[in-house]
């Protein structure tokens, strides 16, 4: 008896130890906005500095556009980001703030060549992401992100588009945000022109 009591104790505590683990590591995961392993990156940093030519947003810059630099990295980003994994821990790429910084860099190069959708388009959820509050922190600012991609898509497709449809329909399912804000992504880019002209 006492050795089924040592027993059921001691598995009780590893219960307990590998459940504190696996939830410190999640803690980790969404506090954790770096990009590429550089140091001091993501939106919030305050060595980000977007449209610099100096800080961690430009040396993560000078990655993501080697990493995308040809057409087929570009089209196999988009397939992914169109057709995300059922299991989110297979979704590619993994580090969301990546694909973050994709559609920042193409929202930039649209505002010039007006492929983001002109007045009101992209440029202003650029803006919003830059300012590091309405996307970040909590569990809100993914569903912020997606909203506003979803509000301004019909800048960029037809009003009978099934794309526009299904766009508006990726908020119905709330329990899967990262679902839809990678869908929402893969349909922006693609939108744009993107996989075509790249940065």
Not at 61 to 75: D, E, L, S, V
Not at 94 to 108: D, P
Not at 144 to 170: C, P, Q, W
Request: glycine content about 8%; some cysteine.
């Amino acid at each position: 008896m006492n050795m089924l009591v040592l027993i059921t104790y001691n598995l009780l505590h590893f219960l307990i130890f590998l459940t504190s683990t696996v939830d410190a590591f999640l803690i980790f995961m969404s506090a954790n906005k770096e990009i590429y392993g550089v140091k001091n990156s993501g939106w919030k940093s305050n060595q980000w500095n977007w449209g610099s030519a100096v800080g961690t947003g430009h040396d993560c810059a000078a990655i993501c556009r080697r990493q995308y630099a040809t057409r087929q990295k570009r089209q196999e980003l988009v397939k992914n980001l169109l057709e995300p994994a059922e299991n989110p821990a297979e979704r590619q790429p993994q580090n969301f703030e990546e694909v973050k910084l994709v559609l920042g860099l193409a929202w930039q190069k649209g505002r010039r060549d007006g492929s983001d959708g002109g007045s009101g388009g992209y440029s202003e959820v650029l803006q919003t992401m830059a300012e590091a509050k309405r996307y970040e922190d909590d569990a809100q600012g993914d569903r912020h992100f997606v909203e506003d991609i979803v509000d301004r898509f019909d800048l960029l497709a037809d009003n009978t588009s099934l794309e526009l449809r299904e766009m508006r329909s990726l908020l119905d399912n709330p329990d899967d945000i990262d679902f839809a804000r990678r869908k929402a992504a893969g349909l922006t880019l693609d939108a744009m022109g993107w996989i075509e002209k790249k940065f």
